[in-house]
């Protein structure tokens, strides 16, 4: 029941990642395609905009960012016993986990500081989730591609 309760959560977070993704990227494309570019042009273009300069909140539900968060602040501690974090080197070297990892960071960072102004952990997380803002979408362009188009899931972007 909890599993089937995380995975309609994520399915919702994800959703609201789209929606915002989109609501940035759709008056991108209309001003490149103003521009003269070719639509694959403008495509590619307002994919990497948005991707790169979008400011959306951070979709992940609060369990998981409690658990991924205190993983951090703990192995911050650690990292003198030659602690990993997360995963190997070789799966580190896969685009999509060092997206995540940095998307981790960062929450970790804003966390880290709220709790240095005297917030509880699980405080700050709450209000890190509700209140700040990522520094970009931590999603992939082939990945952002099949939330514009969604027949291109098989399809590299080009």
């Not at 570019?37 to 400011?55: L, P, Y």
């Not at 799966?91 to 986990?97: G, N, S, T």
């Not at 929450?107 to 699980?122: C, F, K, N, P, Y």
């Not at 939330?147 to 098989?154: D, F, G, S, T, Y």
Request: proline share 3%; glycine share 4%.
């Amino acid at each position: 029941m909890n599993d089937m309760k995380s995975q309609i959560e994520h399915r919702e977070l994800c959703q609201q990642r789209d929606k915002e993704f989109l609501a940035l990227y759709h008056p991108t494309l209309d001003a490149l395609l103003e521009q003269g570019k070719t639509e694959r042009q403008a495509r590619r273009a307002a994919v990497e905009f948005t991707i790169t300069n979008g400011h959306p909140h951070y979709h992940v539900g609060h369990e998981r960012a409690y658990r991924c968060v205190c993983h951090l602040l703990n192995d911050k501690e650690k990292k003198g016993n030659g602690a990993r974090t997360f995963r190997t080197e070789e799966e580190m070297r896969l685009p999509e986990r060092r997206l995540r990892l940095k998307m981790w960071y960062e929450i970790t960072d804003h966390v880290r500081a709220l709790m240095a102004q005297g917030m509880s952990t699980e405080r700050a997380i709450d209000h890190v989730l509700e209140h700040c803002r990522a520094s970009r979408f931590f999603i992939s362009p082939a990945t952002a591609l099949t939330k514009i188009c969604p027949k291109a899931r098989n399809r590299a972007l080009r």
